[in-house]
């Protein structure tokens, strides 16, 4: 089983950045994909980005091309995701997770194996 605990979450204006953090432990890090989720009020949870065991290129979603950056440091079990040009519709609790499939860079909720409890991203116009 793999803990995941994000950090890095709060308030910040339009046109801001945030860099969130995921660590990780339980299992080794460089065994598993990882991902970034988030949920706005009232919506469904929905994909960010994921990256593969090796740090290669992420994949994201069209939503955050070119704004956000997900990269990932397996000597300190961590993920970042660099959160630039925010804007209020990226307000949202962010989960990160964990899929066993190390290479895959998957956008399916039901590919992750472990989930993080969440950090909350709120941009004010």
């Known amino acids: 089983q793999v803990q995941l605990v994000e950090s890095g979450g709060g308030l910040v204006q339009a046109g801001g950045s945030l860099r969130l953090s995921c660590a990780a432990s339980?299992?080794?890090?460089?065994?598993?994909?990882m991902g970034w989720f988030r949920q706005a009020p009232g919506k469904e949870r929905e994909f960010v980005a994921a990256?593969?065991?090796?740090?290669?290129?992420?994949r994201y979603a069209d939503s955050v091309k070119g704004r956000f950056t997900l990269s990932r440091d397996n000597a300190k079990n961590t993920v970042y995701l660099q959160m630039n040009s925010l804007k209020p519709e990226d307000t949202a609790v962010y989960y990160c997770?964990?899929?066993?499939?190390?290479?895959?860079?998957?956008?399916?909720?039901?590919?992750?194996?472990?989930w993080g409890q969440g950090t909350q991203v709120t941009v004010s116009s």
């Open positions: 339980g299992r080794t890090f460089s065994l598993y994909a």
């Open positions: 990256i593969n065991w090796s740090g290669g290129t992420p």
């Open positions: 997770a964990a899929d066993f499939a190390p290479r895959r860079l998957s956008s399916r909720e039901t590919d992750f194996d472990s």
